[in-house]
Every structure is written in C-alpha cells, then in structure tokens.
C-alpha cells in the first residue's frame, strides 16, 4: 500500500471526488432560479408599458372613428344634403314604415286564416 494510511488515503479521494448529483441539483435550481427572475422582468416591462400602448391605440382609434363620422357626415350632406341626425331620423322613418308593413302583412294573414276557418 505505497506507505499511506487507508483512512488519509480516502480523505484525499473523497475530496477529489465530484457528487454530480449536488452539481445537477445546483445546477438545475439556478436554471430554474434564473428563468422566473426573467419571466417577472417580462411580466414587469409589459405593467409599465402596456397602459402607454393602450392609450396610444384607444386615440388612434378615436381619431380613426371621428374621421369616419366626419366623412359620413359630408357624404349625407352632399348626396342628400343631411346632416347626421337628419338621417339617422330619415333612417329611423324608414324603419317604421317597414315595420308597419310587417305588421299589416301579418294582419292581412290572420285575418285571411280566421275567416277561411269560418267559412271553411
């Protein structure tokens, strides 16, 4: 046995010796570790910048939606020479008209169904 004692002998393996079940554990934990500090720096980003992003989009679409009423609203007043009220009015008589018309049809049927119901 080269002259040393076996109890030094295994003290100098067992510092020698790796436990890779240790390195793996370490290892994996500061993976772990770093993904949810990474995944909060996202999640932190996207609080401060998200209310900025969605106040520019809601005035985009603002802006968006005036222009078009505005465009509406000269397009009635060339063509029919309406404003926007006008013919939501103009629109609104329309519906009426309509709606009374169903309800005459429906009338008209009952009432053909009733008396063919007398007669018949």
Request: hydrophobic fraction near 40%; proline fraction near 2%.
């Amino acid at each position: 046995m080269n002259g040393q004692h076996p109890a030094k002998k295994e003290a100098e393996n067992s510092t020698r010796l790796v436990d890779w079940a240790k390195v793996t554990t370490n290892a994996v934990s500061a993976l772990i570790a770093t993904t949810f500090v990474g995944a909060g720096v996202v999640v932190w980003q996207a609080a401060i910048q998200q209310p900025e992003a969605i106040r520019t989009k809601v005035e985009a679409a603002k802006n968006e939606l005036q222009a078009t009423q505005k465009s509406r609203e000269l397009y009635s007043k060339q063509t029919h020479g309406l404003t926007a009220a006008e013919s939501a009015n103009r629109d609104d008589i329309y519906r009426d008209f309509f709606f009374v018309g169903r309800l005459a049809g429906f009338a008209c049927r009952s009432l053909s169904t009733a008396s063919s119901k007398l007669i018949g």
